[in-house]
């Protein structure tokens, strides 16, 4: 049996999980019945397709010994394995009819995935009114990042048929062996490359030190940890989203931004804790992700890391407060700042992040406030047993002290949040939630101003 090491972040992301904060993202897809017995169909599908997906069959075990032909470093990390008797029915549940999704969905992402096998389930949710049901998809972080749980996802759904891929220039042969002209470069390469290791960790820790300045705390946005889940979803028209970007540029991303900060202001100020001075850091993920790497199926992960305008009260100002602030990010680079740490995964040792995972969860909230995240969705129609994909909400996972997290994608013209709050500190989430629709609403009114 074939193992693969852990990439070191994943071994974070596996280390860090607790009880009362699981580190599982998660997918609710809505799709339009055909008949009642629709729910029950489609989870018989899921279990008969499972079985054929390999990445559905990886389990992670720990290793405490160095593995054969692998760095002495790989000394208490862990492997991804395929498991012999892998049985789906294990991971698919098919749940009793519920009028709603978002509440049977937020009491299943509280509960951790089972450890001892492949970490991911999917839950089928028969809705009550017989004309629709849901299927919510949970996979750990350490098994695959936003991309690859969608790859795996979508290996489990109707087949689509894809469009020709466009066809790679030829690539000159790969040397076997360095040319021993070029071996002084190379070193003075891997040397220059080592000490710009150093300067960006040091980079990356100064940020982060002065990110936590002069920042007025925002308790609504952190809570000691419950262990309770709360999710809710948003569904906004695309176009009014590129209506606002044409009007005043930038980008779809700034505009999704700034309405979350807008909506912030909004749920601040209507449930008494005020917005007056507050600019919560969000984290915005940015993948490093690319094909035949080292560790293919493992998360390469950066960020930015922005001060969100919520008190800003002119909704135009946030919106180019936001464009300042992610252009500055991209000049600098996915690299540098803050927003990096997650780059520094790669150099801890595997017993570093075993020991030190507990530490690392704890340290979250002097990292950032919120987390903000964009997961790509392929523009074709998706149908599970014939009956189509109409809605599909990503659910970050929740890290600890913080009460609020926030995931979007765009989907077959529309624009899905998904939301991710801890149940107790934030009783109200569906508040939240109508203000990101009104926000939308006050940027177009504003655009025409």
């Known amino acids: 049996m074939t193992s693969d090491l852990l990439a070191p972040l994943d071994l974070a992301f596996w280390n860090i999980e607790s009880a009362e904060h699981p580190m599982h993202l998660g997918a609710l897809g809505v799709f339009s019945a055909h008949s009642p017995t629709a729910g029950a169909h489609a989870a018989d599908l899921l279990a008969a397709r499972a079985a054929a997906v390999p990445g559905l069959r990886m389990r992670i075990r720990d290793v405490w010994q160095p593995l054969r032909a692998r760095s002495p470093f790989s000394f208490g990390g862990a492997v991804r394995e395929g498991v012999p008797d892998f049985d789906p029915l294990d991971h698919i549940r098919l749940h009793a009819p519920t009028a709603d999704f978002h509440a049977e969905a937020g009491r299943l992402m509280e509960r951790p995935l089972d450890r001892d096998r492949p970490p991911w389930e999917a839950h089928v949710l028969p809705g009550a009114d017989g004309v629709s049901f849901a299927v919510l998809f949970k996979f750990h972080h350490a098994l695959a990042d ?268 529309r624009v899905h949040y998904g939301l991710v709050a801890d149940a107790e500190a934030v009783p109200d989430l569906d508040r939240f939630a109508a203000a990101l629709t009104r926000e939308v609403e006050t940027l177009l009114t504003a655009c025409e101003d």
């Open 146 to 413: 936003g991309l690859r749980a969608l790859g795996l996802a979508a290996a489990i759904l109707d087949p689509v048929e894809m469009p020709e891929p466009r066809p790679r220039p030829a690539q000159p042969p790969r040397e076997l062996l360095p040319d021993v002209r070029r071996l002084p470069s190379l070193v003075r390469g891997a040397v220059s490359g080592a000490l710009s290791d150093v300067g960006r960790a040091l980079d990356i820790g100064a940020s982060v030190a002065a990110s936590t300045l002069a920042m007025r705390s925002t308790p609504a946005l952190t809570a000691e940890p419950s262990g309770t889940r709360r999710t809710a979803g948003v569904v906004l028209d695309l176009d009014d989203v590129h209506r606002i970007r044409k009007a005043v540029g930038g980008t779809v991303n700034d505009v999704l931004i700034a309405v979350v900060a807008g909506a912030l202001r909004t749920w601040l100020d209507e449930r008494g804790d005020g917005s007056e001075g507050v600019a919560p850091r969000a984290l915005i993920p940015v993948s490093k992700r690319r094909p035949r790497t080292a560790h293919p199926q493992g998360n390469r992960l950066s960020g930015y890391l922005i001060r969100l305008p919520v008190g800003e009260s002119d909704p135009l100002g946030r919106l180019a407060a936001v464009r300042v602030a992610m252009d500055r990010n991209k000049d600098a680079g996915p690299g540098r700042g803050a927003g990096a740490v997650a780059l520094l995964a790669d150099h801890v040792p595997a017993l570093g992040h075993r020991l030190g995972g507990p530490l690392v969860s704890q340290a979250a909230r002097l990292w950032f406030d919120i987390l903000v995240t964009s997961v790509p969705l392929p523009s074709l129609s998706l149908k599970l047993g014939g009956n189509p994909l109409t809605a599909v909400h990503p659910l970050a996972p929740l890290a600890r002290g913080q009460s609020l997290a926030v995931a979007v994608s765009t989907y077959q013209g």
